[in-house]
């Protein structure tokens, strides 16, 4: 269960080190907020890929350009996002948002039938880009790794996960 995790920090790791290097010019620190579920909201903790970033940051002399915050909460779905993005990211006023979301979508539609459907999923996360950007927030869309490391499409939950990867790149 945890390899997809180390997965999930190289990824955005390597993500978030293209932007620092594509923004380090930049004249005022960038606040980067991550936004998310449990990934996120575990990514603050003492081995975290936020906090690993953070450190990388620190050691490369560039805290001064960069501020990163978590913005995860365990078991969110992408409607909870949109219902909590005022107070988690837009009242905080970063310059860029890395929307990480969608595994509970999925997973939650087997598990407990509390999932969301796709034109809903879509909706909401649309919605979500928009609203940011009316803001002129950067917006980076992560795409959710995948459920129980059945990375060879045998579990009907990462087939899932790819289509709704899908629906956000058209």
Known sequence: MFSHHKTTVFAVSFIFLFICLAFI?????????????????????????????????????????????????????????????????????????IIYIGINDIWHKSGSGT?????????????????????????IVCTPTVIGEYNDYSNQQDGDLNFYSRTLST
């Open 115 to 139: 999932g969301t459907d796709i034109i809903k999923y879509e909706r909401f996360y649309r919605a979500i880009i928009k609203k940011l950007q009316a803001k002129n927030i950067k917006v």
């Open 25 to 97: 010019k930049s004249q005022k620190k960038q606040k980067v907020i991550f936004f998310g579920d449990s990934i996120t909201h575990n990514a603050v903790k003492p081995n975290g890929f936020i906090t690993k970033m953070d450190s990388i940051i620190k050691q490369e002399g560039l805290s001064d350009y960069y501020q990163l915050e978590g913005a995860g909460v365990s078991g969110d779905k992408i409607y909870d996002l949109y219902l909590r993005m005022d107070t988690s990211v837009l009242d905080k006023n970063p310059d860029i948002v």
